[in-house]
């Protein structure tokens, strides 16, 4: 067992969601190793006793665990494959664990190659936003094997509610993929609605208050439609980070023949907006697209 007392976690990391998902870990009693390119950004956690390190590799040598959630597959790909990156410096029996949402092909690839160096690898993306990270209840799914699955499963559930191993390495990423297809074409529906009871003269507020309880409702209208109603555009989730994820998807979906209007549709929108400056505003900004 991966008992607190005795687990050193490594968590690499820390932008909007990484802060709080590490934090969650440390007030639980582990001992939490941070690193992150801009410092800065680790100073809070620091003050609440985590462990500064220099590099990745310096992380990856003093953790039993290591979690890591960055920016892009490229970013991934240094991180664990890279000359100082992770399974050239863990120790072998090492637990690695990637939460970034990334290629299903390239977690395979660090599945098979920390297998070769008896580490164990899990792709386990998440999904829930600022709000799931900072209340411990994203959803977090889970490729890789069911043995190393059960052995981090306490550590998961330090972070989220719904925790599933959807099958051997890469399965994580799909199911995520599978998400965030379904959230693309659910936020245009979002944005329009709330711009249509705007323009029609109606409180969009109320408006919210009587659909999201209906067929209608989803996490996005519920979560985020009072941002855009608030004109809050700061990011729970990055309009650039989605932008990402659903250029994954249609490069994955293409691989398996599959036809994908909508998220064909909502990454062009989410393109357009990008190319206004709004790449690090929150998902909801494309309400400001809609809203002309």
């Known amino acids: 067992m991966l008992q607190p007392s005795t687990t050193a976690i490594g968590f690499i990391g820390l932008g909007v969601m990484g802060k709080s998902m590490a934090s969650n870990i440390m007030k639980a009693g582990y001992t939490v190793n941070v690193y992150n390119r801009t410092k800065s950004k680790a100073e809070d956690l620091i003050e609440q006793g985590a462990n500064w390190k220099d ?39 090492t637990y690695l664990i990637d ?56 550590i998961f559930q330090l972070m989220g509610k719904n925790i599933v191993l959807q099958g051997p390495a890469g399965a994580g990423q799909h199911t995520k993929m599978a998400n965030q297809i379904a959230i693309a074409s659910n936020m245009i529906g979002v944005c329009e609605a709330m711009v249509y009871a705007k323009k029609a003269g109606l409180d969009p507020s109320q408006v919210l208050q009587s659909i999201e309880t209906g067929a209608a409702g989803s996490w ?11 004109g809050n555009f700061d ?58």
């Open 55 to 93: 590099t990745v590799a310096e992380v990856a040598s003093s953790s039993q665990v290591i979690i890591t959630i960055v920016g892009y597959p490229k970013d991934v790909e240094e991180v664990y494959l890279g000359e100082n990156g992770i399974l050239q410096n863990a120790k072998e029996g």
């Open 99 to 154: 939460m970034t949402t990334s290629d299903p092909s390239l977690a395979q690839k660090i599945y098979k190659e920390a297998k070769e160096k008896n580490m164990y690898a899990l792709d386990a993306p998440v999904s829930g936003g600022d709000v799931g990270a900072r209340e411990a209840r994203l959803a977090i799914m889970v490729g890789g094997d069911e043995e190393v699955f059960n052995q981090i499963l306490p």
């Open 220 to 230: 996005s209208l519920s979560n985020l439609a009072p941002r855009m109603i608030a």
């Open 235 to 292: 990011p729970g989730f990055y309009v650039k980070h989605f932008i990402k994820d659903m250029g994954i998807a249609l490069e994955a979906a293409k691989e398996m023949g599959l036809s994908t209007p909508g998220l064909e549709l909502s990454k062009s929108l989410y393109d357009e907006l990008a190319s206004q400056g709004e790449e690090n505003s929150g998902t909801q900004a494309l309400f400001k697209l809609l809203d002309k």
